[in-house]
């Protein structure tokens, strides 16, 4: 990756309000470049979201950089995310935490990205597919969880399988408004507004070929 290129991504990252150093630091040393759909990659350096199949979207860096400062996971922990996309928001996460639980409800979409952790060499990184709301039992609890879609409020499941005194980060709301939460120890913080697609049930199934 041309560095000049990266320096100016993390600069835009900067002037688009991401300052939390560790969130930055996972975006640079995650090659969006490799999670980007191929006819895409011209794009992934740029702050826009891209389209994924499924009419999902592959969020934008800076929203991501925000979704990771405010999960604020640390060094020897267990993160599980609801909404795996291209992948690109979990290899980031997993440059500090050390085990990522990735879950999508699409199959092609797991199992690209799961090439991608093995392409990255992401060997604590682990892609499901799976009804989000449920979560993933088998690998809880979870020191914190970060879901990538709006819904009314924090699943029970989800919930249950959160560690005592761990965090759960999700935008919480309806389609029109939305607000970023931090929920701890039984406290929620309002960290903002935010706009994302709404959390869909149910593992989806491609349509037939042909």
């Excluded at 996460?93 to 991608?116: C, F, H, M, P, Y």
Aim: glycine share 10%.
């Amino acid at each position: 990756m041309d560095p000049s290129r990266l320096m100016r991504f993390v600069l835009e990252m900067r002037q688009a309000g991401v300052t939390d150093a560790r969130a930055l630091s996972a975006l640079e040393r995650t090659p969006r470049t490799h999670y980007a759909p191929e006819h895409l990659e011209g794009l992934a350096l740029d702050d826009v979201g891209l389209p994924l199949a499924h009419a999902q979207t592959m969020t934008k860096p800076s929203l991501v950089g925000r979704m990771i400062a405010a999960l604020a996971p640390e060094v020897g922990e267990t993160v599980l995310e609801v909404g795996t996309g291209s992948g690109f928001q979990a290899a980031a996460i997993s440059t500090v935490a050390q085990k990522v639980v990735t879950l999508e409800r699409w199959n092609d979409l797991t199992v690209a990205a799961r090439g991608k952790f093995g392409t990255a060499r992401l060997m604590r990184t682990y892609a499901h597919m799976a009804d989000g709301f449920d979560g993933w039992a088998d690998e809880a609890p979870y020191d914190r969880i970060i879901i990538n879609a709006a819904l009314e409020d924090f699943p029970p499941p989800l919930l249950e399988q959160l560690k005592q005194g761990g965090v759960i980060v999700a935008p919480l709301g309806d389609a029109q408004n939305q607000r970023l939460i931090r929920f701890r120890n039984g406290q929620r913080e309002d960290l903002g507004p935010i706009r994302m697609q709404p959390l869909e049930r149910d593992v989806g199934e491609a349509p037939p070929a042909g």
